[in-house]
């Protein structure tokens, strides 16, 4: 359900409740119908001023940040619809005078219309705040919800360019050793590269079309490495339909196989384990360092922030990220609980 379906339907329930409680206040001391009829006038009367000035002025006055106008708005409306009610209190007095009505003590000895007035002008002031700050809560959370959808794009579209030039790299080298083996690669890259745009249109896809993404990576990479590198996988899902953001597993595992350690008389392996199961994901990552320091690559590191703030964004503290650095070693472990 939509967050303005959900507003929508919860603004209806507080009018129903207002009604409700208006219709007790007024039962001791009239008849049932007349108090609910009341009650409903007055709800009724309000109606259209409060959903003209939460729905239409309220919005206009923060997209035009016209804050301070609105406030003179804000009084004047309430103030109008505030003139209506001593006139609804008047006519229910007239038809009980008429005999429509049994006579009760609802409307007798009442106070002045100035004083009647008043009374009603605090009403009108409490309905109209409180359901303009209903309207400038939801105007908050849909901007929120605008800006985090950015900031996913954003940071999702971060990830493309330094992907792409790898796979431009790995196939330019190809070319001048293996045009056959490159011709090949290029057809498993572009599959890759097709889900990758893909993604860009959808931010969630089943979690199978994402591990199927991974092990399309992985076989590429198994080739390009051939005998030198030993790769062990493990995949175990549980439900391959699970809803999961596109691209986010991807770095862990490029990030592996490009800072794995180089050498004949090291080992040398990436260990990659994913299991799902219910709505919990751990993925967990470990590839071979050389023991020979190496150049910090500025790129890899913007790779993990960015993955970093979009757990944040998915996820908030429904996750656990550990990331162990030794001088032999390289391990990620990431549990999501979806």
Known sequence: MTLKKKYDRFVILIWIFLTIVFWFRYIPDSSMLEGGLLACCIMLCLYPFTTYLSKSLLQKAMKQKRMLLFGGQFFLVSAISALLIPFILHAFLYLE????????????????????????????????????????????????????????????????????????NHINILMQEDINLASSLLIK??????????????????????????????EIEKVRWGNELTINCSWK?????QAF???????????????VAR????????????????????????????????????????????????????????????????????????????
């Open 97 to 168: 005078q008429s005999g429509f009505f049994p006579s009760s003590e609802l409307l007798l000895g009442r106070s002045p219309f100035s004083i009647m007035y008043i009374n009603a002008l605090l009403v009108a002031l409490f309905v109209n705040f409180g359901f303009c700050g209903l309207r400038f809560h939801e105007e908050s959370m849909k901007l929120h919800e605008a800006l985090v959808e950015s900031q996913l794009q954003i940071l999702q579209q971060q990830i493309s360019p330094h992907f792409m030039f790898n796979v431009l």
């Open 245 to 259: 953001p596109a691209l986010l597993l991807i770095t862990f595992i490029e990030n592996a196989f490009k800072h």
């Open 189 to 218: 890259y572009s599959k890759i590269l097709r889900y990758q745009l893909d993604s860009d249109k959808n931010s969630k896809v089943s979690i199978a079309q994402e591990i199927q993404f991974l092990k399309d990576f992985i």
């Open 263 to 338: 050498g004949i008389s090291e080992m040398v392996y990436v260990n990659i384990a994913f299991e799902q199961v219910a709505n919990s994901v751990c993925l967990e990552v470990e590839n071979s360092k050389s023991g020979i320091q190496q150049e910090k690559d500025r790129v890899s590191g913007i790779g993990l922030e960015n993955v970093k703030k979009r757990l944040e964004i998915l996820y908030g503290q429904h996750y656990n990220l550990t990331i162990r650095d030794t001088e032999t070693t390289y391990y990620t472990k990431l549990v999501i609980n979806l």
């Open 237 to 241: 899902i549980e439900d391959n339909q």
